[in-house]
């Protein structure tokens, strides 16, 4: 099957009904961003299309988000690349929550720090990251230079964004996340960690956090 390049394959994941998301890249090759559970839905949709995972990137670090992080590597041995915020407590027995999730593992072998401003190039693809604190310290996003897809995680959804009641969340540093993502172009496609993508336009008419 034919994917282009840089489009997002969604697979919803879990019992949070995550986004994982498979992007496209050089032919053959894609990058995973957030397997938060069902790895063996994650690894049909790649064999489905004829791809293999150069990258896996993760938006943050709560469990729900990197739950099938170890067995993707174990089927492919890529780079995971995370912000140091979110890996010094995300691959640990307390990032879990059951019944629905049970440890991530430990961290994993080629575990790589993200920093605001850094580009990341793997598949073909290369994506800009935004640091964008608040739902957890080290959440990011992570922006697909040639389409300008933003992977936005558990930053902003349709209509709402990311809670900041769990341990290491703050309000006032999502709002200056949010006020970041406000500055986007506004033709900027969002796809979410959780439900439905969206824009940055649609969002700064109509979400109340954005307005």
């Known amino acids: 099957m034919t994917t282009l390049s840089g489009t997002p394959i969604p697979v919803v994941v879990g019992p949070f009904e995550v986004n994982c998301y498979v992007v496209p890249g050089a032919p053959g090759a894609a990058v995973v961003i957030d397997p938060g559970a069902d790895a063996e839905s994650v690894l049909e949709a790649l064999a489905a299309h004829g791809l293999r995972p150069e990258a896996i990137l993760l938006t943050h670090g709560h469990c729900d988000h990197v739950g099938a992080v170890h067995a993707i590597l174990a089927a492919h041995p890529v780079p995971v690349h995370m912000h140091p915020d979110d890996a010094a407590w995300s691959f640990s027995p307390r990032n879990q929550l059951p019944p629905f999730y049970g440890p991530?593992?430990?961290?994993?072998?080629d575990?790589?720090?993200?920093?605001?401003g850094d580009r990341i190039g793997a598949a073909g693809l290369v994506f800009d990251v935004l640091a964008t604190p608040g739902h957890s310290p080290g959440s990011v996003c992570f922006r697909e230079e040639a389409t300008g897809a933003l992977f936005a995680g558990d930053t902003l959804f349709h209509g709402s964004v990311g809670r900041t009641d769990l341990p290491g969340g703050d309000g006032r540093v999502l709002a200056a996340s949010l006020r970041r993502l406000r500055a986007l172009p506004p033709e900027t496609r969002v796809f979410a960690g959780h439900g439905p993508s969206t824009t940055i336009g649609h969002e700064i008419r109509t979400n109340p956090f954005l307005l």
């Open 104 to 109: 991530p593992g430990p961290p994993p072998p």
């Open 111 to 116: 575990l790589r720090p993200v920093r605001d």
